[in-house]
């Protein structure tokens, strides 16, 4: 039965940082000042000498994507790791969970195909990977050129515990690739994308982790997609006399320029909220700073006024004893999670469990 060493290529291996291969190499007894691809070229050439504590370094972190989008899909009904697997293996040509696909590169399509599977040592997960055709590029001679096509691999996770399946990859495929596996299952069942994390605020996600939003791209609440003259004129014109008035201390023009803005947008409760205004002006707002933004006055004053399309968070995690920190970018129009740094199969685990309520 393959585990998840047994399920990496070299394509995962070029993934990794260079420390993460120097630490590799180190437990294989290989020259870890070789550049990253003579260690890739090395390590995947002792792929079946592997060391345990080589294994070990491997299996936390080869499948732990960096700087891909993680989406989830809900499975109704779930199903146990033994079920989820002997489907998997009932409705395939071959098993994957001993053996590799032995596919034809040059007939690969953007269909996802299985190419091998493993299970987690405890049980609590599968791992399915899928090869796809993802592009072509053009490769040129002094005489000619030619086509050649580039392939994708994804992976697929299923938790046992909590019935979710997380595709690891391309967000554009993620629905694709979900769909496949439920097909492949050929079984009656339900399944949704995760989107309940996704229609709360952002900062609840930071929350929910114990971090901090540290930066954060958003749409205005309010855009009016044309203006009047007078009505540009009457917000920009408080802006310029707020700006003298600093200088002069001389509230008459500002006054002047306030009951213009008013007689424009409204009155009373009708009033457009002067945030609004200069805002809606803008396509996209970006707040950032290297600690929490919440915190900060103006993102406080332009908050209520804002569409979060996504944002970074940084949040804590303690490894053997030691607390690091980690950043996700969250993409709350495409329901997606992005680990900014190099993270491990915990880190995953915890970011799922903590963030899907």
Known sequence: MFTIKDTMFVQDLF??????????????DIDSTLNKNELVIRINEKKDELTTTATKVIEESILATKSTAITW???????????????????????????????????????????????????????????????????????SIRPVSRA?????????????????????????IARTVAQMLNLQV???????????????????????????TSKPEIYFEEFSEDELNSVFGVLHTLDEYMQTKDSSALE?????????????????PFAALVLSGLETVGVASSSEIRTLPLFSYLEPHLQHQGGFIKFPYTI???????????????????FVSQVTEEIIDFVRRNVII
């Open 15 to 28: 993934k990794l940082t260079k420390p993460k291969l120097k630490e590799i190499a180190t437990n294989l």
């Open 256 to 272: 002047v320029q306030l009951q213009a803005v008013s007689d424009s947008f409204g009155q009373g409760e009708a009033m457009v």
């Open 73 to 143: 899909f809900k499975f109704d009904p779930k199903l146990t790791h033994d079920e989820f697997k002997d489907l998997v293996i009932e409705n395939t040509a071959f098993n994957p969970f001993e053996e590799t696909n032995q596919y034809d590169e040059n007939n690969l399509t953007t269909e996802p195909t299985l190419l091998v599977a493993s299970s987690r040592e405890d049980q609590t997960g599968v791992y399915l990977r899928f090869i796809y055709k993802s592009g072509v590029r053009y490769e040129t001679t002094p005489t």
């Open 320 to 338: 053997r004893n030691v607390e690091e920190t980690f950043t996700i970018r969250i993409g709350m129009n495409t329901n997606s999670v992005v």
């Open 190 to 216: 339900t399944m949704e994308p995760v989107e309940t994390p996704f229609n709360q605020e952002i900062g609840s996600i930071a929350d929910q982790l114990g971090g901090k939003l540290i930066e954060t």
């Open 152 to 176: 994708t691999i994804s992976t697929v996770y299923y938790d046992v515990e909590m019935g979710i399946l997380e595709v690891r990859g391309d967000t554009k495929k993620s629905l694709e």
